[in-house]
C-alpha cells in the first residue's frame, strides 16, 4: 500500500534539512522584532531596569513637538526623491534600453561606477559642490548675485541629492523592463502618425505603468529608511526625518532606547503597509506583458533628428551623476582644508592626503574590517539561502516558511534593524556587543532577502528534470544537491555573493549604530571623518575605497550577465 500524501511529506528528505534552515532563520529574523516591539512597551527605572508595560512612549511620540512635523518631512522627502529618481533614471532606461540613441555605454558605466561607490562618498561631493564654496554658488557671486544661490541644507537640498543617488537602481530595473517591450505596438503608432512624444507616453509608458508604480513604491520605501542624505545634509540644518529621529533618540545621553524603539516600531508598520501594497502592483505586471509568440524581436526605436539629442541627455547624466561628483571629491583629497575650485587652490595641490592614508595602520585595519565583515556576511547568506531557495523554489516541505523567515528583515529600515539587533545582543549572554561579529550578524539579517532572491531566480530557471532523473537513478538528495543544482546554480549564487558584498560595504545606517571604537567599518570611519571636519582625508580614503569597489561592481555585472539573473535576482 503506497504511502499517502501527509506520509510522504513526513518522508521526504528535505524535510530535516528544511527545520535546521527555518530554526536558524528564526533565530537569526524573529528576536529583532520581538525585543523591539518589548523595547517599546518596556516601563524601566531610573537603572534602566524593565519595571513592567507602558504606552507612554507612544504617547510621547504623539505628543512630542515634532513627531508631526518629523513624520512630514519623512514623506516630502521620500516622495520628491522618488519622482526625481524615476524621471532621471526612467528617461535613461528608457533613451538605452528602447531606441538608438548614441553613447549609451555612458550610461552603464556611470551606473556601474555608482554602484561600486559608498552613498556617504555621493553624499559629501554634492556637499561640496553645492555648498557655500561649491562652484554653482561661486559662479552665481562671479556673476554679480550676492550670498549663496543654492541653499543645500534644505529640504530641497535632500530631495535633489537622494534623487541623484536612487536614479542610477532605477535605470537598472526599469532599463530590464522597457528591455523586455514588444516593439511592435511602438512601430504601429508611429505608422497611423503619432509623434515621437505620444508614442512613448500612450504606449512605452502605459505599458510599462504597473512596473514603474511598483518601483516607485519600492524606492520610496527605501527613501524612508535612507540615512545618508538626512544625517549629513538635514541634521546640521534640523531638518528631522523617521530615521534620523530614531538615530537622534539613540545617540542622546543618556539614549532613550523605549522612545526610539516606539519610532522604530512606527516606522516598521509603515514599511510593512507599503510592500504590502508593492506586492499587489509587482504581481499585477503580467497582466501588461508584450512579448508573446514567436514574432516577438525587440527593435529600437529611430529617435531620427533627435537621436543627437537623446545623446546629449546621456552625456549630462554622466556628468551630473558621475563625473562632477568624483571630481569633487578628487579636488578635497588634493587640498590641505576645504576650499572653492581656484587658481590659489590649483597651487596648492597636494598628495598629503594620499600619504596620510597609505601609511597610517588604522586605514589599513578599516579596510580589512570591512572586506572581512562583508565576505563573511554574504558567505553565510548564500549558504542558507542555497538550501532555503532550493526547497521554496521546488515547493518542498516547509518551502513557504523558509521564504517568508528570509524575507522578513524587508520591513526594517537600516536604522531601525540597528536600533533592534542591539537590543538584542544587549540582554543575550554572547559577549559580542561592540565587536565586528554583532554587525556582520546584522548585515545577515539586513540582506538574506537578496541572497533569497538570487537563489530562488536561479533554481526557477533550472527544469527539474535532471534532479528527478538523479534521484530515479537512486541519487540522494544531497547528491543531487552537489552534482547537478550547485553546477548549475554557481552564476546566480557567485552575482548573489557580489551584489551582497558591494551593498554591505556601502552600508552605514546599521553600522552606525553598532560600531565601536574598536571595531568600525570604512562607511563609519568616512562618517566620523566628515564629523571631525577631515574632508581631505574622508576623499582620498573614499576615492581608494571606490577604485577597490568598482572593480567589484564589474565582476557582478559581468557575473549577473553570465547568470542571467538582474540586481535583484529576477
Known amino acids: 500500500m503506497p504511502p499517502s ?17 527555518g530554526v536558524i532563520l528564526a533565530a537569526l529574523m524573529l528576536p529583532p522584532l520581538v525585543m523591539l516591539v518589548q523595547g517599546s512597551l518596556a516601563a524601566t527605572n531610573d537603572a534602566g531596569q524593565a519595571t513592567g508595560w507602558t504606552l507612554r512612549h507612544f504617547t510621547d511620540l504623539v505628543t512630542a513637538h515634532r513627531a508631526g ?40 558605466l556611470a551606473t556601474i561606477i555608482s554602484l561600486g561607490t559608498p552613498y556617504i562618498l555621493h553624499v559629501v561631493a554634492w556637499l561640496f559642490l553645492l555648498g557655500p564654496v561649491g562652484p ?73 505603468m504597473p ?74 505586471a503580467e497582466k501588461y506583458h508584450s512579448v508573446t509568440g514567436k514574432g516577438y524581436r525587440p527593435r529600437p526605436f529611430d529617435l531620427g533628428a533627435w537621436r543627437w539629442a537623446a545623446g546629449a541627455l546621456i552625456v549630462l547624466n554622466f556628468v551630473v551623476v558621475l563625473v562632477l561628483p568624483l571630481v569633487a571629491l578628487l579636488w578635497m583629497s588634493l587640498q590641505a582644508f576645504p576650499r572653492g575650485f581656484s587658481l590659489a587652490g590649483l ?18 585595519d578599516l579596510a580589512i574590517n570591512s572586506l572581512g565583515v562583508a565576505a563573511g556576511a554574504a558567505s553565510v547568506i548564500m549558504l542558507l539561502a542555497a538550501f532555503a531557495g532550493w526547497i521554496a523554489a521546488r515547493r518542498g516541505p516547509g518551502g513557504r516558511t523558509l521564504d517568508q523567515l528570509a524575507m522578513l528583515s524587508l520591513v526594517f529600515p537600516g536604522i531601525v534593524l540597528g536600533v533592534a539587533v542591539m537590543e538584542v545582543y544587549l540582554r543575550v549572554p554572547l559577549p559580542i556587543y561592540g565587536t565586528l561579529w554583532i554587525i556582520g550578524i546584522a548585515y545577515v539579517i539586513r540582506f538574506m532577502p537578496f541572497g533569497m532572491r538570487y537563489v530562488y531566480a536561479g533554481v526557477l530557471q533550472l527544469h527539474n528534470e535532471l534532479e528527478e532523473a538523479a534521484g530515479v537513478s537512486g541519487a540522494g538528495y544531497l547528491t ?52 571631525n571636519g577631515q574632508g581631505g582625508e574622508l576623499a582620498a580614503f573614499g576615492l581608494l575605497w571606490t577604485v577597490l569597489m568598482t572593480a567589484v561592481a564589474f565582476l557582478f555585472f559581468a557575473q549577473s550577465r553570465r547568470g542571467g539573473t538582474d540586481i535583484y535576482g529576477n
Do not use: C
Not at 516630502?76 to 549609451?104: C, D
Not at 597651487?347 to 592614508?357: C, E, G, K, T
Open 211 to 284: 512596473a514603474i508604480l511598483a518601483l516607485a513604491l519600492f524606492v520610496f520605501i527605501r527613501a524612508i529608511g535612507a540615512f545618508e542624505v538626512p544625517a549629513l545634509v538635514g541634521i546640521p540644518s534640523r531638518i528631522y526625518v523617521l530615521t534620523t529621529a530614531v538615530y537622534d533618540s539613540m545617540t542622546t545621553m543618556p539614549p532613550d532606547l523605549g522612545y526610539a524603539s516606539a519610532f522604530a516600531v512606527v516606522m516598521v508598520v509603515i514599511v510593512s503597509v507599503l510592500l504590502h501594497f508593492y506586492s499587489r502592483l509587482s504581481s499585477s
Open 347 to 364: 597651487r596648492a595641490l597636494s598628495l598629503d592626503n594620499y600619504r596620510a592614508v597609505v601609511t597610517a595602520p588604522n586605514y589599513f
Open 5 to 21: 500524501s501527509a506520509a510522504r511529506r513526513w518522508l521526504d528528505p528535505r524535510l530535516a534539512t528544511s527545520v535546521l534552515v
Open 69 to 108: 512635523q518629523t513624520l512630514w518631512n519623512s514623506i516630502v522627502f521620500s516622495a520628491g526623491s522618488t519622482l526625481l529618481s524615476l524621471l532621471v533614471g526612467g528617461v535613461l532606461a528608457w533613451l538605452v534600453e528602447r531606441t538608438n540613441a548614441p553613447l549609451r555605454v555612458l550610461a552603464w
Open 480 to 531: 543531487i544537491l552537489r552534482r547537478i543544482v550547485a553546477p548549475l546554480l554557481t552564476p546566480a549564487m557567485v552575482a548573489g555573493w557580489l551584489f551582497i558584498f558591494l551593498i554591505a560595504n556601502k552600508e552605514l545606517a546599521i553600522a552606525v549604530l553598532l560600531a565601536s571604537p574598536g571595531a568600525q567599518v570604512a562607511a563609519v570611519a568616512v562618517f566620523d571623518l566628515w564629523v
Open 136 to 208: 554653482f554658488n561661486d559662479l552665481y557671486r562671479a556673476l554679480g548675485g550676492s550670498g549663496n544661490l543654492i541653499h543645500v541644507q534644505s529640504m530641497a537640498g535632500m530631495v535633489l541629492i537622494e534623487g541623484f543617488l536612487w536614479s542610477p537602481l532605477v535605470f537598472l530595473l526599469l532599463g530590464s523592463t522597457f528591455r523586455a517591450a514588444n516593439a511592435d505596438m511602438e512601430e504601429a503608432a508611429r505608422t497611423s502618425g503619432a509623434s515621437v512624444l505620444q508614442t512613448v507616453w500612450r504606449i512605452s509608458i502605459r505599458l510599462a
